[in-house]
């Protein structure tokens, strides 16, 4: 199992606002375990904080813009695609400013910065987020679609198509996040002659030049528009009549503006607050769809609040029926695990097949069976009593009983034929004997009863 990891050290930039033109000053902070990744804007009074999460999204014009009732701050995308790349799972940015720094226009000076402090490994265990059925969003109007498909890890594919003559079609991937930093994280980000004049009316990209992004020059303009929007952003007049990329530094790929579009890509799916097992499929994307996707993901961990184990039938389990009469006391009627198939730092996850030939059915209730609440619940506390009992070295003598159930909630009612996965988590260290625990119960990606409990570990 994957631990969480934070950065070693602190981390402080400075670098002009794209849409600003600031001189802004960023500091990338270790956090503890399960605090995920927070931007506080230090320049507004109280310090005030938002999540990066993807239901703070409120705009993606020309980058992703998070906000709340406190705070704005844009341009996150290429801050966010070097933690998720490099696997920082929690941090704390400071910022003076309402955006990011765009540094040299892609995610190369952040990724180097992690590089140099290095990470530490947490003790709280990661949870990511696996893809395990196809998942699509779409946007007719830009031509855009975003498909997420289940894979061994998290993959990229891009698809860009423009109506020009010097970047129409152009295609990039990423079959590891291991490349990240030598295949994505240097593409700069790129933008149209055609488009800058409106950009400056909207009052957007102050600070960008020829140095900070990749301009590309598809459509003859007359001579005096050309010398007025270079005087607009302050960078020296081109020749009108020779089309091309016009910035100072060559390309670094042939299709370096479709690898910026998958590392833009990866900064906005970072969103969901977790890393992703799967493999995204993009035609045409951009921010506005990038966080569609983001925001459907994120509902449904919310709905859910932890992704169902993946169970396979076919797997060897950690632990049979015999093995689990060895561990617990319970017999029949009461014995209500079949196996045990996942054991991790702070979690265990164990299986019940429900039948008709449960006795409980017989009352409960003959004209429709359904599993009482009750045995549900108890179903928790034996698979969270083996959590406890393997970690002691001889368990003839000790015994678990409840002490308190909180916060029970039951959601969909479970019949015969439903195979329950139970997943039980520590919810704090065990101190005294005394074991704080959170159950879920699943039938397939279904949440059908939750409930916090403590038991007391008992040595006769």
Do not use: W
Request: with cysteine.
């Amino acid at each position: 199992m994957q631990k969480q990891h934070t950065l070693n050290s602190v981390i402080e930039l400075e670098g002009k606002g794209l849409h600003t033109g600031l001189n802004i000053h960023i500091r990338l902070n270790p956090a503890h375990e399960n605090h995920g990744i927070k931007i506080c804007r230090v320049d507004l009074e109280g310090n005030p904080t938002i999540p990066a999460l993807a239901e703070f999204v409120t705009k993606t014009e020309r980058g992703t813009v998070l906000a709340n009732d406190k705070l704005q701050v844009s341009t996150v995308e290429h801050v966010m695609s070097a933690l998720y790349a490099l696997g920082v799972d929690n941090c704390f940015i400071e910022v003076d400013a309402p955006e990011f720094p765009i540094m040299d226009g892609s995610a190369a000076p952040f990724v180097k910065a992690i590089q140099e402090v290095g990470l530490k490994e947490q003790d709280q265990q990661r949870e990511v987020y696996v893809v395990k059925r196809k998942i699509e969003v779409t946007d007719p109007e830009r031509g855009s679609q975003l498909i997420l498909l289940p894979d061994e890890d998290f993959a990229a594919n891009v698809l860009i198509s423009f109506d020009s003559s010097i970047l129409s079609n152009q295609y990039a991937s990423l079959e590891t996040l291991d490349h990240f930093d030598a295949e994505i994280a240097s593409a700069r980000t790129f933008v149209f002659v055609r488009e800058i004049r409106a950009l400056l009316e909207g009052d957007l990209i102050k600070g960008g030049d020829l140095d900070n992004a990749i301009v590309i020059y598809d459509q003859v303009l007359p001579q005096e528009q050309m010398d007025k929007l270079a005087h607009y952003v302050g960078v020296e007049t081109k020749p009108a009549d020779q089309l091309g990329y016009i910035n100072n530094k060559p390309l670094i790929f042939n299709n370096e503006p479709a690898r910026h579009k998958l590392m833009d890509l990866i900064g906005d799916l970072a969103l969901i607050g977790r890393p992703i097992r799967g493999r995204v499929i993009a035609t045409c994307p951009g921010h506005s769809i990038n966080t569609k996707l983001a925001k459907k993901i994120r509902k449904e961990i919310r709905q859910s609040e932890s992704q169902a184990p993946i169970y396979d039938a076919n797997k060897e389990p950690l632990m049979d029926i015999n093995d689990v009469r060895r561990m617990v006391p319970h017999r029949y009627p009461m014995l209500l695990i079949d196996k045990i198939i996942e054991i991790g730092p702070n979690h265990i996850v164990g299986v019940k097949n429900v039948t008709l030939n449960e006795p409980f059915f017989a009352g409960h209730f003959p004209d429709e069976p359904v599993m009482p609440g009750v045995l549900q619940v108890e179903s928790m506390a034996q698979v969270g009593a083996i959590y406890v009992l393997h970690r002691l070295p001889d368990t003839s003598n000790v015994s678990t009983y409840f002490l308190k159930i909180d916060n029970v909630k039951f959601r969909h009612k479970v019949v015969p034929g439903d195979t329950l996965i139970i997943k039980v988590t520590l919810t704090s260290p065990m101190r005294r004997g005394v074991a704080e625990m959170r159950g879920l119960v699943f039938v397939g990606e279904r949440l059908v009863c939750e409930a916090e409990f403590m038991a007391q570990i008992s040595i006769s």
